[in-house]
């Protein structure tokens, strides 16, 4: 199991939620496949709709030998320990997942944003209700997320968000952060005022050299109009 590559399952062309599972290994270092990068997205659907053990419901998910998982945070507290980007302790670990599972939360808001009505719908089907949405999530819910992230960071010394070091959660924040400030660049300036530390810690880890160096390779896909975050200016008003 130890020798056995990991092989991430997502689409091919947007980052969405299989890019936290992309920054955890990228920053530990780890070798993976990019299975749809490679092979195409139809190797996504063909993996989803096998009737081979517990088929997942939805990408991103991984494989790694005969273990097979679905759901981004389920997938990060299984890789995390393995790669070194959470603590040793069980404390740690599920203080991490707690996070995940937070940031989790405020992606599926700012996807809702664009689709409040239904996903199957394209946004200029919804747009009503999606500039309706977006006042609400521009007006309230970005910045309660953001100051409870703030006042963690706060408790945990300001450097990381756990006191027991880097760990996954702060790629995960700092990307959704990056997301935030792609899709509502507008909003997010009105607010960094109130979240210095993690206007800091964003700048910090996405400066780590393996993120860095990741970011300015082939390997990394831009936001883009068809991920989670998405920039609609008239949702940024």
């Given at each position: 199991?130890?020798?056995?590559?990991?092989?991430?399952?997502?689409?091919?062309?947007?980052?969405?939620?299989?890019?936290?599972?992309?920054?955890?290994?990228?920053?530990?270092?780890?070798?993976?496949?990019?299975?749809?990068?490679?092979?195409?997205?139809?190797?996504?659907?063909?993996?989803?709709?096998?009737?081979?053990?517990?088929?997942?419901?939805?990408?991103?998910?991984?494989?790694?030998?005969?273990?097979?998982?679905?759901?981004?945070?389920?997938?990060?507290?299984?890789?995390?320990?393995?790669?070194?980007?959470?603590?040793?302790?069980?404390?740690?670990?599920?203080?991490?997942?707690?996070?995940q599972l937070t940031s989790a939360d405020l992606v599926a808001e700012g996807?809702?944003?664009?689709?409040?009505?239904?996903?199957?719908?394209?946004?200029?089907?919804?747009?009503?209700?999606?500039?309706?949405?977006?006042?609400?999530?521009?007006?309230?819910?970005?910045?309660?997320?953001?100051?409870?992230?703030?006042?963690?960071?706060?408790?945990?010394?300001?450097?990381?968000?756990?006191?027991?070091?880097?760990?996954?959660?702060?790629?995960?924040?700092?990307?959704?952060?990056?997301?935030?400030?792609?899709?509502?660049?507008?909003?997010?300036?009105?607010?960094?005022?109130?979240?210095?530390?993690?206007?800091?810690?964003?700048?910090?880890v996405l400066a780590r050299p393996r993120i860095a160096a990741y970011r300015?390779?082939?390997?990394?896909?831009?936001?883009?109009?068809?991920?989670?975050?998405?920039?609609?200016?008239?949702?940024?008003?």
């Amino acid at each position: 199991m130890t020798d056995a590559p990991y092989e991430l399952y997502y689409w091919s062309s947007i980052p969405g939620r299989g890019e936290f599972v992309r920054l955890a290994l990228e920053e530990a270092g780890a070798p993976y496949v990019d299975v749809a990068r490679d092979e195409g997205d139809e190797e996504v659907i063909e993996r989803m709709d096998s009737d081979e053990g517990l088929a997942p419901f939805a990408p991103p998910f991984l494989v790694h030998g005969d273990v097979k998982l679905a759901q981004t945070a389920n997938i990060l507290l299984y890789l995390a320990p393995r790669l070194g980007l959470v603590g040793e302790s069980e404390r740690a670990r599920l203080e991490a997942h707690q996070l995940q599972l937070t940031s989790a939360d405020l992606v599926a808001e700012g996807h809702d944003t664009h689709h409040p009505a239904a996903v199957a719908l394209y946004y200029e089907d919804q747009k009503h209700e999606a500039a309706r949405r977006a006042r609400h999530f521009v007006r309230e819910r970005i910045p309660k997320f953001l100051d409870y992230f703030e006042r963690v960071l706060r408790a945990s010394g300001g450097e990381h968000l756990l006191p027991s070091g880097f760990s996954y959660v702060d790629l995960s924040t700092a990307h959704a952060l990056d997301g935030l400030d792609y899709a509502f660049p507008n909003a997010l300036a009105k607010m960094t005022k109130h979240i210095p530390l993690l206007v800091a810690h964003r700048a910090r880890v996405l400066a780590r050299p393996r993120i860095a160096a990741y970011r300015a390779s082939e390997r990394w896909i831009g936001f883009n109009e068809d991920g989670i975050f998405r920039r609609y200016p008239e949702l940024d008003r």
